[in-house]
C-alpha cells in the first residue's frame, strides 16, 4: 500500500507527489499572489470535493487549514504564476489523477 505524501514548494511552483520518499508524480502550480501569499507548514488533506463549482475546477482537495485547498481552476493560463489568494491551483486533469490517488489525511507540506 502505497504511504503517500504532498510537498508543495512555492519557490519553484511545483507539487510533488511522495510514496515514502520517492517522488512518484510532479506537477505545476499556481500559488498565492504577493499580498494573499499561500501560507507554509504542515498541513492534511481533510476533506474532498468533485466539481465544486466556481474558480475551483474539477476537484477540490480540502487543507487543514481553513478556507485553504488544493484545487483545479477555471483559468489554465494561471497555472505556474502567483495568483491566487493562498490556495495550491492545478491543472484540472492533474488535480484529477491527484485526487484518484490520495485519500483524505494525507499529509501537505508546503515549504518556501
Given amino acids: 500500500m502505497p504511504q503517500y505524501r504532498i510537498i508543495v514548494d512555492l519557490s519553484d511552483r511545483k507539487l510533488y507527489l511522495l510514496d515514502g520518499n520517492i517522488v512518484v508524480r510532479e506537477f505545476?502550480?499556481?500559488?498565492?499572489?504577493m499580498l494573499t501569499q499561500t501560507p507554509t507548514g504542515?498541513?492534511?488533506?481533510?476533506?474532498?470535493?468533485?466539481?465544486p463549482g466556481g474558480p475551483f475546477g474539477a476537484f477540490w482537495l480540502g487543507l487543514s487549514k481553513p478556507?485553504?485547498?488544493?484545487?483545479?481552476?477555471?483559468?489554465?493560463?494561471?497555472?505556474?504564476?502567483q495568483?491566487?489568494?493562498?490556495?495550491?491551483?492545478?491543472?484540472?486533469?492533474d488535480?484529477?489523477?491527484?485526487a484518484s490517488l490520495v485519500p483524505v489525511h494525507t499529509r501537505v507540506t508546503i515549504r518556501p
Fill in 42 to 51: 504542515e498541513y492534511t488533506i481533510i476533506n474532498k470535493q468533485p466539481n
Fill in 95 to 98: 488535480v484529477l489523477q491527484l
Fill in 67 to 81: 478556507h485553504y485547498g488544493i484545487h483545479g481552476t477555471n483559468d489554465p493560463s494561471s497555472i505556474g504564476r
Fill in 83 to 93: 495568483v491566487s489568494h493562498g490556495c495550491v491551483r492545478m491543472y484540472n486533469e
Fill in 28 to 33: 505545476p502550480v499556481g500559488i498565492g499572489k
